[in-house]
């Protein structure tokens, strides 16, 4: 059994209060048990390896790491895909981990394709709807308010950083975040654009990396980072797939990082552009709704408040509804019994 | 004026989110959220509806459950709106 460890700068605040036996994981018996069924995905869909994109984050590292442990370095192909809005560093933590791995890798820097498309321009002009100011040498990132410090409606703000360095917080009107959303899309579509070029040049599948609370919330692109031909930790909590990663040897730098959606050019984390709750603390709302555990439990492992607990878990089923529609294959008005 | 604000909402939430269905229109005191009528889009989109059909400004603090989470808060809470712009205007 491995001890489950905190894995980001932004647990460490609540890891004296966090009672992550819960989520306590047999690593190696995990590790087996994906392995053996990415194996056998494999052979079923008769293809010869994996592509993984690799972002530097922790479940894409995972993730390559287990397609390494199931199928071997030589069948499995990373692709680092750095954009304009990228971190300084992504590209550093990506090339870490394939480097670590002994993977073949390539850089696809899809800044081209995302001018070509038009995808920074549309997404200026929707923030321009609610900021008029807003130029090419502006930074922005999209919040939500926190679930738990207030019982507001969680209505999205873009929060846009001036060249001098002065911030302003500006509520989206349905336009401007439509828009937003929508160009910002792009990024996750090109890029699993350029996956499958890869995939079907090396007659391999592409893997996707999200892990349970991404998974469960919606938090993917439909046809973007949400296409794939398998997702071998959809299945886990966060909390699991670090400790995966320390069982795989993930690198430290990558483990101790702290999680990032390195899609707006602000930094931005998770938590305020989607999750209620730093990631662990997330992992054991999810967690102790799905398997009915008593909510005083809940709320003591992780410092809240049975009244925040509440509300958490009332954001959980309000994310489940509305990306509902994420998980959905294509909605035909009768089966076609055929194709089954 | 409560009879008029809640027919005018429940006709936009009917038309705009059910496609005219109005028949799938909750009860008055149900939640919008919780019966999969408006989502976190649907509630600008409300926002929206409030301040252009019936000429409020929606504050910060009043995006709250109790006043835009089912047709009687909606209602109840542009009734006080418009009442106290009458009030002060």
């Known amino acids: 059994m491995t001890t489950v460890q905190s894995g980001s700068q932004t647990s460490s605040q609540v890891d004296s209060q966090v009672d992550a036996d819960v989520l306590a994981i047999d690593a190696e018996a995990e590790v087996a048990r994906i392995s053996a069924s990415l194996r056998g995905y494999l052979s079923r869909a008769r293809r010869k390896g994996a592509i993984v994109a690799l972002s530097g984050g922790i479940d894409s590292s995972v993730v390559a790491a287990l397609c390494v442990a199931a199928i071997g370095k030589d069948r499995v192909f990373g692709i680092h895909m750095p954009e304009r809005d990228s971190s300084e560093d992504t590209l550093a933590f990506s090339t870490l981990v394939s480097d670590s791995l002994g993977i073949d890798s390539v850089v696809e820097d899809i800044t081209p394709v995302l001018e070509a498309a038009r995808c920074y321009e549309r997404r200026d002009d929707a923030i321009r709807m609610v900021c008029p100011d807003y130029g090419p040498d502006h930074k922005s990132k999209i919040v939500l308010p926190s679930v738990v410090e207030s019982e507001s409606l969680r209505l999205y703000s873009v929060v846009v950083q001036a060249p001098d360095g002065t911030t302003t917080r500006h509520r989206l009107t349905t336009e401007s975040y439509l828009g937003i959303v929508a160009a910002t899309n792009f990024k996750q579509r090109a890029r699993r654009m350029t996956e499958y070029y890869h995939a079907d040049r090396l007659n391999y599948v592409v893997t996707g990396t999200p892990n349970r609370l991404e998974y469960d919330q919606g938090f993917f692109v439909k046809l973007g980072d949400g296409a794939a031909d398998v997702k071998p930790i959809a299945h886990l909590y966060k909390t699991q797939v670090y400790a995966l990663a320390d069982f795989l040897g993930v690198p430290e730098q990558v483990r101790t990082r702290p999680s990032t959606t390195d899609t707006y050019s602000l930094p931005q984390s998770q938590e305020e552009f989607y999750f209620s709750l730093p990631w662990n603390l997330m992992d054991l709302c999810l967690h102790g709704k799905n398997t009915g555990r008593p909510i005083e439990q809940v709320a003591e492992s992780t410092g809240l408040t049975t009244a925040q607990v509440e509300r958490v878990y009332g954001d959980i089923d309000q994310k489940r509804k509305t990306t509902a529609y994420l998980h959905l294959p294509p909605q035909l008005v009768e089966p076609v019994q055929e194709i089954g | ?89």
């Open chain 2, 1 to 89: 004026m409560h009879d008029q604000i809640r027919n005018e909402l429940r006709e936009f939430i009917g038309d705009n989110y059910l496609f005219g269905d109005h028949d799938r229109l909750p009860e008055d005191e149900a939640s919008l959220l919780e019966e999969g009528i408006v989502d976190s889009t649907g509630i600008l989109e409300l926002i929206e509806f409030l301040e252009d059909h019936f000429g409020i400004v929606v504050g910060e603090s009043e995006t709250v459950f109790e006043n835009l989470g089912s047709v009687g808060g909606l209602t109840r809470f542009v009734a006080s709106k418009t009442l106290a712009g009458q009030t002060v205007g």
